[in-house]
């Protein structure tokens, strides 16, 4: 039996431990910290080397959206989860698959090397550091990396002249974790992704005035979309048809439809770029909280001058007590071998950004790390699939050339289509992505075939929400709840709401004529507004005629 070292016990890190014992490999998972959960697991403190997030986190995608493949969410969880609820949830995937016997917590890994015989053997040195100090060499037959980027802030302080001899507070936004302490205070947010947009309301509550600084303005998305469901919901395979063959009319007809919510130019958001250029802000609360004035969107900062924070169009905030730099993170790897983290222009050489292609033998991987306009949980869990299979020899890789030539031509292509930097080095297209991986380890959904031998759920695999429980339905890896789980996914959503059940009205025969042309008028509503083709299948409840 091979052995296999998982590095973190985060999302990417649980799901590479499943993959491995779905394939007969043995890991053995090294996790710096004493729990599980990496990036979700909230710390009262700063814990320098990991992940950090604030007390008011709620995850921008909706429970079926993250889900693990074969673990369908519990009914009763909402559909954006707080943090605590996401950590209840790996900690119920853990137990479900005895994954925390594999691991070896408080254990950082300091070196990942190879062996004197890697040529032959493909193996690795993986020296670990206990809590104690006390060091130890392991020899494993594969690797992989799942420590995720967000461990090292970027705090890029040369670029803001004055800020050295600025006289309030200043911290990166990986340090920050409550509004407390910052009642009645003046504070700059220099920064509007998500976590800048999060950290500017959450203050917004308490402060004085809250100013958000923003170089490139940002599209903004609620939660909520269409009837009231979680608005990633709409992501489905019918969309992206849609898209692949009308991209620029698609991406107007989505900036159309946010400025009918509210006017990004009129509030100062609007940015250069097209919505699908970059992973938008989701929040839901920003635009109530710019309405009332309590966060004023402001553009770059040039300077410090003592206490007053200088802006690039010449508006000066005079008195600033808090500076909040929520400007992303570096991402590093400073045990891996310096051959293995060469860029191929901001990214790594990775091949899937998953493999280096360097390596002789295929025995490193480096999981989850991958942007994408979805949840990163599914993406990692397929990226682990196919990692497994090929560490088993079940499939191998193209030569170093032609892994090299689809790299370059898979980051020109990504470079013309998104907005990447050195600090957004990477981002993929979700479904086409995850099918690109689904495709050679034998999972992809055959939506032409389930037409023949299940209609039903073949229109909910087309028309519904891609749902990672389809990545179950054949292959290696089936599982055999995965139908189930797609054709009930829509009453998982709603459980949630019926804390008050509304009892329906009498119908009326006028009522009943009306349900009959509903389905016309759905789809001129299509049409004409631009709804998600999910609504089209959402719970039969939805579409329910009188009785």
């Known amino acids: 039996?091979?052995?296999?070292?998982?590095?973190?016990?985060?999302?990417?890190?649980?799901?590479?431990?499943?993959?491995?014992?779905?394939?007969?490999?043995?890991?053995?998972?090294?996790?710096?910290?004493?729990?599980?959960?990496?990036?979700?697991?909230?710390?009262?403190?700063?814990?320098?080397?990991?992940?950090?997030?604030?007390?008011?986190?709620?995850?921008?995608?909706?429970?079926?959206?993250?889900?693990f493949s074969d673990l369908p969410p519990p009914a009763e969880l909402p559909n954006n989860m707080h943090h605590s609820e996401v950590l209840l949830y790996l900690r119920l995937y853990a137990q479900t698959f005895n994954l925390l016997q594999h691991i070896h917590f408080q254990m950082t890994v300091v070196c990942v090397r190879q062996t004197a015989d890697f040529a032959a053997t493909g193996q690795w040195e993986v020296e670990t550091e206990s809590r104690e100090g006390q060091r130890e060499i392991h020899v494993f037959a594969a690797v992989m990396v799942c420590t995720g980027h967000y461990t090292q802030p970027h705090l890029p302080l040369k670029d803001f002249p004055g800020i050295e001899s600025f006289e309030g507070r200043h911290f990166h936004s990986w340090d920050y974790r409550s509004a407390e302490g910052l009642q009645g205070k003046r504070v700059v947010v220099i920064g509007i992704g998500n976590s800048g947009s999060d950290i500017a309301v959450d203050i917004s509550r308490v402060a004085e005035k809250v100013y958000l600084s923003t170089r490139s303005g940002a599209w903004v998305v609620g939660r909520v979309g269409p009837g009231g469901f979680p608005v990633d919901l709409g992501m489905s395979r019918m969309e992206m048809i849609i898209y692949n063959l009308f991209p620029s009319w698609i991406s107007r007809m989505v900036e159309k439809k946010l400025n009918e919510?509210?006017?990004?130019k009129l509030y100062g958001l609007k940015p250069k770029h097209g919505f699908f250029a970059q992973i938008p802000v989701v929040n839901d609360d920003l635009p109530a909280r710019i309405i009332s004035g309590r966060v004023k969107v402001k553009p770059n900062v040039k300077e410090f001058r003592g206490s007053s924070v200088v802006f690039v169009d010449g508006s000066i905030i005079d008195k600033v007590d808090v500076v909040v730099f929520?400007?992303?993170?570096?991402?590093?790897?400073?045990?891996?071998?310096?051959?293995?983290?060469?860029?191929?222009?901001?990214?790594?050489?990775?091949?899937?950004?998953?493999?280096?292609?360097?390596?002789?033998?295929?025995?490193?991987?480096?999981?989850?790390?991958?942007h994408g306009l979805g949840a990163i949980g599914p993406l990692a869990e397929m990226q682990a699939r196919w990692a497994t299979r090929v560490?088993?020899?079940?499939?191998?890789?193209?030569s170093e050339e032609t892994m090299m030539k689809e790299m370059h031509e898979e980051t020109e292509t990504m470079h013309q289509r998104f907005l990447c930097s050195e600090h957004n080095p990477l981002q993929v297209d979700y479904i086409p992505y995850l099918d690109s991986l689904a495709g050679p380890v034998g999972v992809r959904p055959n939506i032409l075939?389930?037409?023949?031998?299940?209609?039903?759920?073949?229109?909910?695999?087309?028309?519904?929400?891609?749902?990672?429980?389809?990545?179950?339905?054949?292959?290696?890896?089936?599982?055999?709840?995965?139908?189930?789980?797609?054709?009930?996914?829509?009453?998982?959503?709603?459980?949630?709401?019926?804390?008050?059940?509304?009892?329906?009205?009498?119908?009326?025969?006028?009522?009943?004529?009306?349900?009959?042309?509903?389905?016309?008028?759905?789809?001129?509503?299509?049409?004409?507004?631009?709804?998600?083709?999910?609504?089209?299948?959402?719970?039969?409840?939805?579409?329910?005629?009188?009785?």
């Not at 091979?2 to 998972?29: F, H, M, N, R, W």
């Not at 570096?330 to 280096?356: E, W």
């Not at 560490?391 to 193209?398: E, N, R, V």
């Open 1 to 67: 039996m091979q052995k296999v070292a998982v590095i973190g016990a985060g999302v990417s890190g649980l799901t590479s431990i499943k993959a491995c014992l779905d394939e007969g490999l043995e890991p053995t998972c090294f996790e710096s910290s004493h729990d599980i959960g990496g990036l979700w697991r909230f710390k009262e403190k700063p814990e320098p080397g990991r992940a950090n997030i604030y007390q008011s986190v709620v995850i921008n995608s909706s429970k079926e959206m993250i889900a």
């Open 261 to 264: 919510a509210f006017c990004h």
């Open 326 to 370: 929520a400007t992303g993170f570096n991402y590093s790897f400073p045990f891996l071998p310096a051959a293995l983290q060469v860029k191929c222009g901001y990214r790594l050489h990775l091949y899937k950004h998953v493999f280096p292609p360097s390596l002789t033998r295929h025995t490193l991987a480096v999981v989850g790390f991958v």
């Open 391 to 398: 560490f088993k020899g079940l499939m191998t890789l193209p």
């Open 449 to 547: 075939w389930l037409f023949l031998k299940d209609p039903r759920l073949a229109l909910q695999v087309l028309l519904g929400p891609c749902t990672p429980y389809q990545y179950r339905l054949s292959g290696p890896g089936q599982w055999a709840g995965a139908r189930q789980a797609i054709l009930t996914q829509w009453e998982r959503v709603l459980q949630p709401f019926k804390t008050r059940v509304v009892p329906e009205p009498e119908p009326s025969s006028y009522q009943s004529i009306v349900v009959a042309f509903s389905g016309a008028a759905l789809l001129c509503c299509f049409f004409v507004n631009k709804w998600p083709l999910s609504s089209f299948v959402c719970p039969p409840s939805f579409f329910r005629s009188p009785q």
